[in-house]
């Protein structure tokens, strides 16, 4: 296991980390296998757990607090807030009045009295910077949080919490958390700079493309990945974008073939050669999964082999911009655009 160093933080964590969003309903994965794949993952070195308050409606906190019951102290624990957490319109966003709920419920579901890492979970264009951070810098203050970040986060939008930070004299995000995959390289563009030039860390989620690059989704062959059934538009074969991606991977497949590397291998390899990457998001349903996955976790890619998936998708390059989820609002609703 390789291990970086997360932003400037001094902190340092494994190059691949494990994701637990299918920890629950979500990934139909049961207390007694979430335990067993983190088990494992710690023993082959990983060292960061990320989970959210919104999956599996906290279901997905209680089993990560239930497996690492007793040896807390050794891992980087983090988590997120501003997703839904039921119908409540105030149970939701980036406002100190819910963060704060929000994160005592969070550490109640973990068993802990801190995470290492509070990120929110997406950008809220209700709330202003100076409230989200104004309230996670007190959080900060109060050792509930050691650190805090931002996920999927427009560009614009990173620069410009990084300027209120300053402005306002507060504590500012460390990280960012992008989707970014060889078919999602759109980051490369804007987010991955700006990353690099504000010192962030990057914890990269999807590089496995919800499951497009893990060998689950081959021509002529059946789809064997569980997001089929949560999310049927991703792997239409009749729309053109899933086509595409479709003729990527199996361009892809002969690249890793050639290099002598399994397609997951190719895949978490490509992210983490990123200089911008401090780690990839793994988020395993079970534990053959998560063995498949930790076999790249000295994965290294030559140039002519990052040179050949250029070949296949271009940098800075998204396959299906719209599964991205940094769309500004004002693009979702036309009465934000209208007078």
Same mark, same amino acid.
């Given at each position: 296991m390789q291990y970086r160093t997360l932003g400037r933080t001094g902190v340092q964590v494994s190059s691949l980390a494990l994701g637990a969003m299918n920890f629950g309903a979500i990934g139909n994965t049961t207390q007694d296998e979430a335990t067993a794949i983190v088990d494992a993952a710690l023993e082959a070195g990983v060292n960061l757990i990320d989970t959210a308050d919104m999956y599996s409606a906290g279901g997905s906190e209680e089993m990560v607090g239930k497996a690492i019951a007793g040896r807390r102290d050794d891992i980087v624990l983090a988590t997120k807030a501003t997703m839904p957490m039921g119908d409540e319109r105030n149970h939701r966003g980036s406002s100190r009045r819910w963060l704060v709920t929000a994160l005592e419920d969070s550490l109640r579901r973990l068993g802990v009295d801190h995470v290492d890492l509070y990120q929110i979970h997406r950008w809220d264009p209700t709330t202003s910077d100076e409230e989200t951070l104004s309230a996670l810098t007190d959080l900060q203050r109060a050792g509930k949080i050691r650190y805090f970040g931002s996920s999927t986060f427009p560009a614009h939008?990173?620069?410009?919490?990084? &300027? +209120?930070?300053?402005? !306002? !004299?507060?504590?500012?995000y460390v990280t960012e958390q992008p989707s970014y995959s060889i078919l999602q390289r759109g980051v490369e563009a804007h987010v991955l700079p700006v990353a690099e030039e504000y010192g962030l860390g990057v =914890?990269? &989620?999807? *590089? =496995? +493309?919800?499951? &497009?690059?893990?060998?689950?989704?081959?021509?002529?062959? %059946?789809?064997?990945?569980?997001?089929?059934a949560l999310m049927p538009e991703r792997f239409d074969l009749s729309l053109p974008h899933n086509r595409a991606r479709l003729d990527a991977v199996e361009r892809l497949a002969e690249i890793a073939d050639e290099a002598g590397l399994t397609l997951i291998q190719l895949a978490l390899g490509f992210v983490t050669a990123h200089p911008a990457v401090t780690a990839a998001l793994i988020g395993p349903r079970t534990l053959d999964h998560l063995r498949s996955q930790l076999a790249a976790a000295d994965t290294v890619l030559s140039a002519d082999v990052l040179d050949a998936? %250029? +070949?296949?998708? +271009? *940098?800075g390059t998204d396959l299906a911009a719209h599964e991205k989820f940094d769309a500004p609002p004002a693009l979702l609703d036309a009465s934000l655009r209208r007078r």
């Open positions: 939008r990173i620069v410009q919490a990084q &300027w +209120a930070a300053r402005e !306002h !004299h507060l504590g500012r =914890l990269v &989620w999807s *590089p =496995l +493309a919800s499951g &497009w690059l893990t060998g689950a989704v081959r021509r002529g062959g %059946d789809v064997t990945t569980n997001r089929s998936i %250029d +070949a296949v998708v +271009a *940098p």
